[in-house]
């Protein structure tokens, strides 16, 4: 097929469950999760998604064989085998329960009332707010806040990323997004770098554009403040080798 027909035909599918940009951000996710887990062991997790999106998706075949064949021996491979098994991709909520445990506090929000549906009666919390931004305007303390907006993020991505520096005073904050230009990332990059704060960072190019779409994708943690050195520059190598995994399955296609 012919790159233009090719960029026709997936321009119609905003969003495919088990894409460059979903094994990229749910290998961070468990890695940060349990990482995160593992340092405060004693008192119950605070979790909050507020682009919580469903509890899972249909996958299309080529993305499930591109999960077995190249990340059989990661973690997010482990956590998606059986519901891959049902042709079946967990989402950021289901994953996130899995690495935590039942003990976990979970809190959810999204726009789309039917994706908040699916969680009902399974001891999910549904967070009271208006956009998934919000809850960084929130007093609570939370072990982690995971942020998965659309590209609709660069529209307002100043005010955001200020709330986010303000929040990670207390909380960690991990955000995905997905982009089309380099010079959004870099001025996304710039803020960040001017404000001081700390953070970690992955991105990921075009996938194959079938499979993946026709974006870009990028990955942030802010680690909350007090998040010590040793621990720092620990999950700052698993994350980086966690992305240079996911940057070789898109060399191997
Ligand atoms: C990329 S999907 C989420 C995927 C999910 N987090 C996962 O990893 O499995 C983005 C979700 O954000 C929701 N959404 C879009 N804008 C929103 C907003 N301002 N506040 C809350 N949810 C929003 C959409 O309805 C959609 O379900």
Redesign the pocket.
């Known amino acids: 097929m012919r790159y233009a027909d090719q960029t026709e035909k997936v321009k119609s599918v905003r969003?495919r469950a088990g894409n460059i940009g979903?094994l990229l951000?749910?290998s961070w996710l468990i890695e940060i999760l349990s990482f995160l887990k593992k340092q405060q062991a004693k008192s119950p997790f605070y979790y909050a998604?507020?682009?919580?999106?469903f509890d899972e998706y249909g996958i299309g075949e080529g993305q499930a064989e591109r999960i077995r064949r190249h990340l059989s021996r990661s973690p997010l491979f482990k956590i998606q085998k059986r519901a891959l098994s049902r042709d079946r991709y967990l989402?950021?909520v289901s994953i996130a329960r899995k690495v935590l445990g039942p003990a976990a506090r979970v809190e959810v929000?999204?726009?789309?009332p039917k994706?908040l549906d699916c969680f009902r009666g399974s001891g999910i919390g549904t967070l009271k707010i208006k956009?998934?931004?919000d809850v960084l305007n929130k007093k609570k303390f939370y072990d982690l806040i995971f942020l998965?907006?659309?590209d609709d993020f660069l529209d307002d991505h100043e005010t955001v990323l200020a709330q986010i520096f303000r929040k990670a005073r207390d909380s960690s904050v991990f955000l995905f997004f997905p982009f089309r230009h380099f010079a959004q990332e870099k001025g996304v990059l710039r803020i960040i770098g001017q404000s001081g704060s700390r953070y970690m960072h992955g991105s990921i190019g075009r996938g194959d554009l079938l499979l993946d779409g026709v974006y870009r994708f990028a990955v942030f943690l802010f680690p909350a403040g007090h998040m010590d050195g040793k621990a720092y520059r620990h999950l700052t190598r698993k994350l980086d080798a966690t992305t240079s995994m996911i940057q070789g399955l898109r060399a191997s296609g």
Do not use: E
């Open positions: 969003y979903d951000k749910h998604d507020t682009f919580s999106g989402g950021s929000f999204d726009r789309n994706a956009s998934g931004y998965d907006p659309y």
